[in-house]
C-alpha cells in the first residue's frame, strides 16, 4: 500500500514539474476515489486569456496494459460518468507514468477515445503520446481546438467589441516590410503601426493568433509589453493628445528594435525590487562567455534571464533575483512552486540552524493547513461547481497532518519529515509556517547563500573583481 502511494506521488511530482518546466501554473487537487487529481492553467496569451485543464494521474503498472503499439488504460462507470461531468467544464487530459521506464504518457480524454468495454471503459493511449517538451504544441492545439475555447478566462476587453474609449492594440508581420513584426495601436479615428525592427521564424509566428509562440525568445516580454501599454491607456485622459503622446513614448522605447521592449520591460517590472539592469546581466553573460552580442539570444523571465547559444542554454540569476522569486512563492502561498522550485535540503538546513518548538510551530501549521482547505474549497466550488467530493480527502488530509505531529518530536528536521510525508502539500505548507515565525527576510538571504555558494551548480560573476562592491551574478547551464 505504501509502495503504491509512493508510485502514485511520483507520477503526480515529474507530471507537476514537466508543466512547471512548460511555464504552466500546475494546482495538484487532493487525492480522491475518482479524480481529478490537478488543474493546470496556461499563461496568458495574445488575446489576454488563460486555459485551464484537468488531469487525471496513474503511477504503476498496473492501472494500464501494454499492447503492441499503445497503452490501454480501464476505468470504471463511475469513474467515466465523473469524468465525463468534469470534461464539460474543462478539458481532461489522461496521464499515466511507467516506473520502469519512467515515461510519461498523456491522451485527451474524448469520447473518440473511449470504448465499452463489459461493464468498464478503456482508452487507448500511443506510445508516441510521451509527456515532453515536444509534446507542449501538441496540448496547446488541442486546448484551443477544444470545445471549451471560448470560455477561458478574459483579462481585458475584446477588440471587436470596444466602446468609444477603448484601445484597440494588435501585433501583425507586415508583408509590404520584409514581414517585420508590426505593433498596431488605434484609438477612436488615430492609429499608428509601428515596426519592431524584428522577423521571427515562421515556426515562431502563430498566424492564427497573430503572436509569437511559446518558443520565441521574446513571447512573454511582448505580452507584459502589451499589458503595460494597456495599463498606461488606462491612466489618460483618452483623447487625442493624450493618445499621440501615449504613441510617443511607445516610440521612444521601442527605438525600431525589439530587444529595446525586452530591456524596458526587464528593468519596469523589476525597478522595486533592486535587481540589477538587463544590460547589466548581459555584461556579466559576456565576460563569462566570450560572446559577442549577436552569437547569443537573450530571454527575459521575471527577475531571471536566459541566454541561448548555439550549443546550450543558460540560467543568470542574483541574490535579488532568487530573493524576489522565492517572496512571490511563499507570499502567494504557491504551493507547486514551492516544491518544484525550491530545494527542501536548504529550507530544512534553515529550519535546523534554528528549530522551532513544537508548541509554536504546530499551531501556524494547523492554521496554514485550514486556509490551504479553505481556499481549495473556494476555488473548486467556482471551477467545478461542486465539493462534496473533496470532503473524503479533507478527512485523510487531517488524519495524515495528525500523524506527521505525533513524529515531531521525534524529528531532527521538520521540513524534510514534511517532505517524506507529502512533497507537494505538507512541504510548502511546513516552509509557509516556518517563515511566518522566523524572520522571513533573513531566511531568503540564507537560502540564496546555500544556493548560490554551497556545491559547484553555480559559477559566480563579477563585473570588477577589484571591487568589492562590484555586482556578483550567477550562472549555470539550464536544463529543458
Not at 90 to 99: E, K, R, T, V
Not at 183 to 209: A, M
Request: net charge negative.
Amino acid at each position: 500500500m505504501v509502495n503504491h502511494f509512493r508510485t502514485e506521488r511520483t507520477a503526480i511530482y515529474d507530471t507537476a514539474k514537466l508543466f512547471t518546466q512548460y511555464g504552466w501554473i500546475f494546482r495538484e487537487q487532493p487525492i480522491v476515489d475518482l479524480g481529478v487529481d490537478a488543474l493546470v492553467e496556461t499563461p496568458i496569451d495574445a488575446n489576454r486569456k488563460v486555459k485551464i485543464f484537468a488531469l487525471q494521474i496513474k503511477g504503476g503498472e498496473s492501472n494500464f496494459h501494454k499492447k503492441k503499439n499503445y497503452l490501454t488504460f480501464y476505468f470504471s462507470e463511475r469513474h467515466y460518468l465523473y469524468w465525463n461531468a468534469i470534461s464539460e467544464n474543462h478539458p481532461l487530459f489522461i496521464i499515466l507514468q511507467d516506473p520502469t521506464s519512467e515515461r510519461i504518457y498523456w491522451q485527451h480524454y474524448t469520447q473518440e477515445y473511449i470504448s465499452k468495454i463489459r461493464k468498464n471503459w478503456k482508452l487507448d493511449i500511443p506510445f508516441h503520446n510521451i509527456l515532453n517538451e515536444d509534446s507542449k504544441k501538441k496540448i496547446l492545439e488541442i486546448l484551443y481546438d477544444d470545445k471549451h475555447s471560448n470560455i477561458s478566462t478574459d483579462f481585458s476587453p475584446n477588440p471587436g467589441q470596444q466602446s468609444k474609449d477603448d484601445l484597440t492594440l494588435n501585433f501583425y508581420l507586415n508583408s509590404r516590410v520584409n514581414n517585420n513584426l508590426h505593433l498596431f495601436l488605434k484609438h477612436k479615428n488615430e492609429s499608428v503601426s509601428i515596426d519592431l525592427g524584428y522577423k521571427p521564424k515562421k515556426k515562431e509566428w502563430d498566424s492564427k493568433k497573430s503572436f509569437l509562440t511559446w518558443e520565441n525568445a521574446y513571447h512573454y516580454s511582448i505580452i507584459d509589453f502589451d499589458k503595460y501599454i494597456r495599463t498606461q491607456f488606462d491612466t489618460t485622459s483618452k483623447n487625442k493628445q493624450s493618445f499621440k503622446k501615449l504613441i510617443k513614448d511607445i516610440r521612444l522605447i521601442i527605438n525600431g528594435k525589439i530587444e529595446n521592449i525586452a530591456e524596458f520591460m526587464f528593468n519596469y517590472d523589476n525597478k522595486e525590487n533592486n535587481i540589477p539592469k538587463y544590460t547589466e546581466f548581459l555584461k556579466a553573460f559576456e565576460l563569462y562567455s566570450k560572446l559577442k552580442k549577436e552569437q547569443y539570444a537573450v530571454q527575459a523571465l521575471g527577475p531571471i534571464i536566459h541566454f541561448k547559444t548555439k550549443k546550450e542554454i543558460f540560467e543568470m540569476s542574483t541574490y535579488q533575483s532568487l530573493r524576489e522569486e522565492l517572496k512571490n512563492y511563499i507570499e502567494n502561498d504557491s504551493y507547486s512552486e514551492i516544491y518544484t522550485q525550491t530545494n527542501e535540503r536548504i529550507w530544512g538546513e534553515i529550519y535546523v540552524d534554528a528549530g522551532i518548538e513544537k508548541s509554536k510551530f504546530i499551531p501556524i501549521m494547523q492554521n496554514e493547513w485550514e486556509r490551504y482547505w479553505e481556499r481549495l474549497y473556494k476555488r473548486i466550488k467556482k471551477e467545478i461547481g461542486h465539493t462534496d467530493h473533496l470532503d473524503k480527502s479533507k478527512e485523510q488530509s487531517w488524519r495524515m497532518f495528525k500523524s506527521f505531529v505525533k513524529l515531531y518530536n521525534d524529528a531532527g528536521n521538520i521540513i524534510e519529515l514534511a517532505y517524506d510525508f507529502d512533497e507537494m502539500v505538507l512541504y510548502p505548507m511546513a516552509v509557509i509556517a516556518m517563515l511566518r515565525i522566523f524572520n522571513d527576510e533573513v531566511c531568503y538571504d540564507e537560502y540564496c547563500e546555500l544556493e548560490f555558494d554551497t556545491g559547484n551548480e553555480w559559477e559566480s560573476i563579477s563585473l570588477d573583481d577589484e571591487n568589492w562592491d562590484s555586482l556578483i551574478f550567477y550562472i549555470r547551464p539550464y536544463e529543458i
